[in-house]
């Protein structure tokens, strides 16, 4: 099964900071993605990438950046976190093509 | 566009009984559908998956999910509840040839003893 894991688990930022979410697969999967988690909305899709270099808006992506260096690394980054950003944000790993492989999540708070 | 309807945010069951989560899906085309679970603090774990074919298919721990073409539905099944089966669920669409999955809002289950 794909592994997926993201970096940090927790993280408090404050209001206008910069914030960079990681995220590692060891699969070998071409395409990654990130996901915010909220109450009532379910997973919506911020990016997604297809392999080393690309970076394709999501339904969301307002507010994030993408960055993917390699086959394995995944990043998000707000570049002036606001408290609307507050959420849990998945990582997801895929071959192309589902199913999709989950990391456990990055908690973050913006005060 | 295609979407997932959960109608039930919270079901609640007692330990034992049978189990139904509903899926709407709306899809132009013919969609691969999945259910997910995700336990506390952790991410989402694939429990099952239609690709076309049987309707009927089987997942983990006694899951199953019936897919039906005219009714638009993906329902999740199972006979016998177990406590540790207290998480939220999750339906979700897509096709063989896109990178997109979208996802429901997901049912949270509750386990009665």
């Known amino acids: 099964e794909a592994a997926v894991t993201q970096s940090p688990r927790n993280k408090v930022a404050v209001t206008g900071g910069k914030v960079t979410l990681s995220c590692n697969q060891t699969?070998?999967?071409?395409?990654m993605y990130w996901y915010r988690q909220d109450t009532g909305h379910g997973l919506r899709l911020i990016h997604y990438?297809?392999?080393?270099?690309?970076?394709e808006k999501g339904d969301i992506p307002d507010g994030y950046k993408a960055s993917r260096p390699s086959q394995e690394n995944f990043s998000l980054i707000l570049e002036l976190a606001t408290p609307s950003q507050t959420s849990v944000y998945f990582c997801?790993?895929?071959?192309?093509?589902?199913?999709?492989?989950f990391g456990a999540g990055t908690r973050l708070s913006v005060l | 566009a295609q979407s997932v309807t959960q109608p039930d945010a919270r079901v609640t069951v007692s330990e034992g009984a049978s189990l139904q989560l509903r899926c709407k899906y709306s899809?132009?085309?013919?969609?691969?559908l999945f259910w997910y679970v995700q336990y506390p603090r952790q991410g989402l774990q694939l429990l099952l998956k239609?690709?076309?074919?049987?309707?009927v298919v089987q997942g983990v721990n006694g899951f199953e999910a019936e897919f039906s073409k005219s009714n638009s539905s993906f329902h999740l099944r199972k006979a016998s509840v177990h406590w540790s089966d207290w998480a939220v669920y999750f339906c979700?669409?897509?096709?063989?040839?896109?990178?997109?999955?979208?996802f429901g809002t997901g049912t949270r289950l509750q386990v009665l003893p």
């Open positions: 899809y132009f085309g013919t969609p691969y």
């Open positions: 239609y690709y076309p074919g049987d309707p």
């Open positions: 997801a790993s895929g071959a192309p093509g589902p199913p999709l492989y």
């Open positions: 990438s297809y392999g080393a270099g690309s970076t």
């Open positions: 979700a669409v897509s096709s063989s040839n896109t990178n997109k999955v979208v």
């Open positions: 699969n070998n999967h071409n395409n």
